[in-house]
Each structure stands twice: as structure tokens, then as C-alpha cells.
């Protein structure tokens, strides 16, 4: 009897609450899951940083990598003239020093369509201003922090420069590129159709050339020469550290 | 269908179901039968333990399934620094780590409890709960908690089983009540392996510098400078001003003056990736790149940690300091901030009384962490 009672609520209910259906409140608060995915290239090739494998430098010159990583900050999607902005992800670490490819997953992004992806290539001034004792122990900025510049290091491109191109280790020079301060901040704006639809995670591929960050006006970046970017009050570290940071928002894709 | 209804009729579903059967009956073989001793008696009423690190360091991200208590804390020192963890009862984890050589000791290797040798030099526990990528010299796990499980089974190490020690530990009124006190168990049964690691971890996570390390207090305090040998090594090992470069910070950076990453620096002198004796972080993650590379160890209370590297082959920070001004031995991985320094002597000797500046005798003798027995 009980039972009966119940059920006869419950159909009820279910009667009543159906005659108050509203079906244009359907889309409102609907997301789903996006992908960001980091490639590292160099030109069509992957980087393979922290491996033997050699690029090309310009004439008998090879090239490999032990580190490649920067930080990423405000991501977001954008649309109808970059008017309506979604947030996607507020700071993080892109790391690609032993792989290929760092994803960076969002749970809950708007479905919609948009026109393209926007963020910047190393830490915004106001976290940069703050140091690791600012934030918990495992945040990307508890770490990386780089007291002599007051700095958080933005990008870091480290490896060795092979100047015959005979893979032998007496043969190479070490390059250390470190990349930050306020002045090097760099905004990648990118645009393209980027449709995300019920029901079905999203998913960007974005490419960093590497090859791009150190190739401009028709030649490569002397590393023998200039081979590190430590000392603020060098103009040499300075000018090599701006060059790259330039060319690196050149060296970004989306496809 | 409005966005309520499912939720709201599925609740009367469940009403109806509740009242649907008042004869059911429990079936008994579903509940665990305790039978060892009841705790119940004695007070579970747990205080937060409060780190009072330095306002310098990042906040130390606690798991949420094993919080810092103060009778947590307790309970994982005396489990740190008792002998009932090994097979013989004659050593602790304190045996290789001891408060005054900053919980490390002293050795090369260490021994185990058979008198067998270990092949690395043990680390120093100071800061570790701010660690964030990998345990160990090589990284193999990445909890403390996880951690703590392995030297009571290791062969060379404490050479005990897990049931072995947790029976002692439940037949132990000590143990039985500190459990209870720590964790809130009704019964000792209740005492296991796993609760045991998280009393050890939140020890171990207690292990915070004082802050009154003489950098900490120069960078810090207002009040207080560096003498001019440590302010040379200081622009030095951070590479300021122009001075010298010892390229330190590159991998022991401030504030815990490691990076926590795994590199080589060169000590090894081999012909190729597959030749190291101890190919370290490469064993972990299969990775050729990766042989020969080792985490980056803190150089916070380095003065009283000799000797020095995974094997313990330097025995004095100069041999250290020489070892990085010559560059290293080359090798494909070498890590790229390795170079010949061309040092002077009075660099050197500067470079010395800077690391010196990151000595914390207040952490050491610090009463909290000392052995209770």
C-alpha cells in the first residue's frame, strides 16, 4: 500500500515538473572537456629534446636539445573580435624537456564556437612581481624563480650545437637560454574556427617551430657567439634573450 | 524534462524503497570481525600541527587523506627513530638519518642491518614535504608515503616484513594508543602498513628549516648583510652583478636550493650513455637520455651533509667546488650550465663561506625532531 502511494507521487511529480519544461534553457551552462596540446617542433620534425637526435643548422652545423619549457599565461578562446573571452587557464608550465607533445587539459569550457586561441608566452607582471613563497608547494610558480633578474625564467631553451656536424661531443658548444623580466612578456594571439560541441571533447594542437625561435632574416642565431642569456647587465645576454622571446611568438602555430 | 525532476524522483524512489521491507535482516558474515584490542576508551581528538615555516617558503601542499596532527606528527617520530622497524631490532630509519647531520649520516653509503652496503649516500630529509618530482636519488616514487613503505622490506636496508612489524606494532600498548591518538582507530586491528607510511610521512613533513639560517636572515632581515666573502659568493653563486659566474642557482635555487630535477654534472667519466656504473634516474624512467642523471640535492645545511654526490665521492665541499669549476667530464647529457668556472682561490674560498650562510643548527637541534625514547 505504501508502495502504491509512492508511486502515485511520484507520477505526479514527474507529470508536473515535465509541464514546466523549458527547452531553450538546454544550452545554458553546457561544456565540455578541451585538450591543449603543446607540440614541440623543429620545423616539421619533432624536437626530441633530450635525446641524440640532431637538426640541421645551417651548413655542416647540427643542433639537439636538452630542455625546452615556458610558462603559458591567461589563456583563453576568443570570439566576435576577441569582445567575448573564454578563460581557459590562468598560469601554467608548458614542459617539453623529454617529450614531444604537453597537453594541458581544461574540464569545463563553454560549447560554442569560437575564432581563436589567445594567451601569453611567460608569467603577466603581476605574478612575475611575487616570488615561490607566494604559492603553495607544487604550483608552477613555486619553482623557476630566478632571484638575480626578480624574475620568474619565462622560457628555457638549453642544448648543444654540433659546429661540424660529426656527432662527436668535443666538436659541440652548450647553449643555455634563459628568457624573462616584465619586458620580455609576449602576447600569441591565434586565429582559427575552433567548434566545441556537446558531448564531445575538444581538442588544439598548437606548434612551437624551435627552428623558428632561432632562424631570422635569413640566417641562424650565432650560438657560438652567444651562447647564453644570464646577465641582465649584459647587452650582449639582453639582446640575445629579446631576439629569441620575438622570434618564439613567430614560432607558434595552430592547426 | 525540467532539470529537477530526475533528481527528485529518484529520491522518492529511494523513500519507497526504504519503507519497502521492514522484515529485512542483516547478514552477518558481511561485517569485519575486530579482535584485537578496543581503543575506544582513549580520546581521539586530533590538533592541527602547525609547520611554522619560514614566510619565504611556498606553502607545503598537505594530501587531504593524510592531514598533519600533532599526535600524527608524534606518532611518526617515535616510529622514526624506533628499531622495531627492522628485522633485528637494532635499526630505525633515524640510523641513516640523523638529526645532527641534518638527516643524513655521514657516509658514503650506508649499511643495513646485515652489514651489507647500500650504493648511495643518504639524503637529507630537510624540506622534504615540499617535494614535488620524485623520491630518492632516481626519483622512484613520488610520495612520502610510498616512501616510507620500502627500506623496512629492503634486503640491505632494515630487512623486515611489513606483517612482522605491524604485528609488534598492534601488541604494543604504546603504539596502540598512539595510533588511536593519531588516526582515530576503535581497534588495533585497525593498525596496518599504510597508516604506519602516513605517520611517518607526517613526521617527515614536519622537517622545516627555522628560518634563521644566516641567508635567511640576510634576505629577510633588513638588519643583517652578508660579510664580504659570503656577499661574493652569494653574486656568484646566484650570477649577479657581473661577478663570476658558478652557474649554482641554475639547478640550486632559492628558496629550498634544489630544483628538484634530475641532471648529470658531469662527475662520472664515461664513453657513452649506456657506461654508467649507476645510471640513477634513467633506470626510472627507461630513457637512455636519462642515465647518469640524479636529483638535484638541496644545499641547505650542506656543511654538515659530507660526504657529497649519490656515491658520496667528495668528502669536503672544496673538493666540490673543484669538481664545478673544472666543468665536468663531458657526456652527452652533461647538463649545459656545466663549465669550466676558471676560478680564482679567493673565489673559491667565497663561494665556500656563501654555502656556509645556508647552515640551520636551529633546524637540527630543534626539540621536535629529536629521538623521544
Known amino acids: 500500500m505504501k508502495n502504491l502511494i509512492f508511486s502515485a507521487i511520484c507520477l505526479f511529480s514527474m507529470l508536473a515538473f515535465t509541464s514546466c519544461d523549458d527547452d531553450d534553457n538546454l544550452q545554458e551552462g553546457v561544456t565540455t572537456s578541451l585538450a591543449l596540446n603543446f607540440n614541440a617542433k623543429y620545423n616539421s620534425s619533432d624536437l626530441n629534446s633530450a635525446s641524440l637526435t640532431y637538426h640541421n643548422y645551417g651548413g655542416d652545423k647540427q643542433i639537439r636539445f636538452q630542455r625546452f619549457d615556458f610558462y603559458i599565461s591567461n589563456v583563453s578562446l576568443y570570439r566576435n573580435g576577441e569582445t567575448d573571452v573564454t578563460e581557459l587557464i590562468e598560469i601554467d608550465y608548458v614542459n617539453l624537456d623529454d617529450k614531444n607533445v604537453d597537453t594541458k587539459n581544461v574540464a569545463s569550457v563553454p560549447i560554442g564556437s569560437y575564432d581563436g586561441i589567445q594567451f601569453e608566452l611567460g608569467v603577466v607582471e603581476d605574478y612575475n612581481n611575487m616570488s615561490p613563497g607566494d604559492f603553495s608547494s607544487g604550483h608552477p610558480l613555486s619553482t623557476n624563480y630566478w632571484a638575480g633578474w626578480q624574475s620568474y625564467i619565462f622560457c628555457r631553451l638549453e642544448g648543444n650545437l654540433d659546429l661540424v656536424g660529426m656527432g662527436n661531443l668535443e666538436d659541440e658548444v652548450g647553449f643555455t637560454y634563459h628568457m624573462g623580466t616584465n619586458d620580455l612578456l609576449r602576447t600569441i594571439q591565434l586565429s582559427?574556427?575552433?567548434?566545441?560541441?556537446?558531448?564531445?571533447a575538444g581538442d588544439v594542437d598548437l606548434?612551437?617551430?624551435?627552428?623558428?625561435?632561432?632562424?631570422?632574416n635569413d640566417e641562424f642565431w650565432d650560438i657560438e657567439s652567444f651562447n647564453q642569456t644570464h646577465d641582465p647587465s649584459d647587452s650582449d645576454h639582453v639582446l640575445t634573450a629579446t631576439n629569441i622571446m620575438d622570434n618564439l611568438t613567430k614560432a607558434i602555430s595552430i592547426e | 524534462m525540467n532539470k529537477f525532476a530526475l533528481p527528485f524522483l529518484a529520491i522518492l524512489i529511494l523513500m519507497a524503497n526504504s519503507c519497502a521491507d521492514d522484515d529485512q535482516t542483516f547478514d552477518d558474515d558481511a561485517v569485519e570481525i575486530l579482535t584485537g584490542v578496543d581503543l575506544t576508551d582513549i580520546p581521539y581528538d586530533p590538533v592541527a600541527y602547525d609547520l611554522n615555516a619560514p614566510d619565504s617558503f611556498p606553502e607545503m601542499e598537505i594530501p587531504a587523506d593524510n592531514p598533519m596532527t600533532v599526535a600524527g606528527q608524534d606518532l611518526g617520530r617515535h616510529l622514526f627513530y624506533d628499531p622495531i622497524l627492522s628485522a633485528d631490532s637494532t635499526m630505525s630509519c633515524s640510523s641513516c638519518h640523523l638529526p645532527s647531520a641534518s638527516f643524513t649520516d655521514n657516509e658514503a653509503v650506508s649499511l643495513g642491518i646485515d652489514g651489507v652496503a647500500g650504493t648511495r649516500s643518504s639524503m637529507s630529509l630537510l624540506n622534504i614535504g615540499y617535494?614535488?618530482?620524485?623520491?630518492?636519488w632516481d626519483g622512484r616514487v613520488l610520495t612520502l608515503e610510498e616512501q616510507a613503505l620500502l627500506p623496512v622490506e629492503d634486503a640491505i636496508e632494515l630487512h623486515n616484513?611489513?606483517?612482522n612489524v605491524v604485528g609488534k606494532l598492534q601488541e604494543s600498548e604504546m603504539y596502540r594508543t598512539k595510533f588511536r591518538q593519531a588516526f582515530g582507530i576503535a581497534n588495533s586491528d585497525e593498525i596496518t602498513k599504510e597508516l604506519t607510511a602516513k605517520a611517518l610521512a607526517q613526521f617527515?613533513?614536519?622537517?622545516?628549516?627555522?628560518?634563521?639560517?644566516?641567508?635567511?636572515?640576510?634576505?629577510?632581515?633588513?638588519?643583517e648583510d652578508f660579510e664580504e666573502d659570503e656577499l661574493m659568493g652569494y653574486q656568484m653563486f646566484f650570477d649577479l652583478n657581473g661577478v663570476n659566474d658558478a652557474e649554482c642557482f641554475h639547478c640550486h635555487e632559492a628558496p629550498f636550493f634544489t630544483n628538484q630535477l634530475y641532471i648529470n654534472n658531469g662527475i662520472e667519466n664515461v664513453p657513452d650513455l649506456n657506461s654508467f656504473p649507476d645510471i640513477g634516474y634513467g633506470a626510472v624512467t627507461g630513457l637512455p637520455f636519462d642515465n647518469g642523471r640524479f636529483r638535484v640535492p638541496t644545499l641547505r645545511n650542506i656543511e654538515f651533509t659530507a660526504p657529497y654526490m649519490h656515491d658520496g665521492r667528495f668528502q669536503t665541499l672544496e673538493e666540490v667546488i673543484e669538481h664545478y669549476n673544472s666543468g665536468g667530464h663531458n657526456a652527452a647529457n652533461l647538463d649545459t650550465n656545466m663549465r669550466e668556472l676558471n676560478m680564482t682561490e679567493e673565489q673559491k674560498a667565497a663561494l665556500l663561506a656563501f654555502l656556509k650562510t645556508l647552515s640551520d643548527p636551529d633546524f637540527m637541534e630543534n626539540p621536535a625532531y629529536q629521538n623521544p625514547f
Not at chain 2, 617535494?131 to 630518492?136: H, Q, R
Not at chain 2, 617527515?204 to 638588519?223: A, C, H, K, T
Open chain 1, 192 to 200: 582559427k574556427p575552433i567548434t566545441l560541441t556537446e558531448g564531445q
Open chain 2, 161 to 163: 616484513t611489513w606483517p
Open chain 2, 204 to 223: 617527515e613533513r614536519s622537517l622545516v628549516s627555522s628560518g634563521n639560517s644566516r641567508f635567511d636572515q640576510v634576505i629577510n632581515l633588513p638588519s
Open chain 1, 207 to 216: 606548434f612551437v617551430d624551435v627552428r623558428r625561435a632561432l632562424f631570422d
Open chain 2, 131 to 136: 617535494n614535488f618530482n620524485g623520491l630518492f
